[in-house]
């Protein structure tokens, strides 16, 4: 499922991808690391990518008020409570739209789960 728009999607490039780290909590360290102090800057949605009545993922929305930058984020949906699964795409957006960075895979597929 691709869930970025077109005109964002275009500006994926090779120069301003990154390898996507993260903690052993899932998050991508480069939102502990990086000099913004980033917050939620509108309300999280939820992904059932294959339509099958299970969330699939959170994607965040955040921005940084003294930088301008937003990011979307996108992780798998947890187990528990507020308990999310790993970072699998996060992108990075200047004040103007133009891309900072980016990481992971912007396309979504449904992830796997254990059978019971």
């Given amino acids: 499922m691709e869930f970025l728009p077109p005109q964002i999607a275009a500006k994926l490039t090779a120069a301003n991808e990154r390898r996507l780290e993260l903690a052993p909590d899932g998050e991508a360290l480069r939102f502990r690391t990086g000099a913004e102090r980033w917050e939620e800057a509108m309300p999280p949605a939820i992904i059932d ?28 949906w947890g187990d528990a409570a507020d308990a999310f699964g790993p970072t699998v795409f996060y992108i990075i957006l200047e004040n103007n739209d133009d891309v900072a960075e980016w990481a992971g895979s912007p396309r979504l597929a449904a992830p796997t789960r254990p059978k019971p």
């Fill in 49 to 76: 990518v294959d339509r099958d009545g299970t969330k699939d993922y959170i994607v965040l929305i955040l921005a940084d008020d003294d930088s301008g930058r937003r990011a979307l984020l996108a992780r798998v």
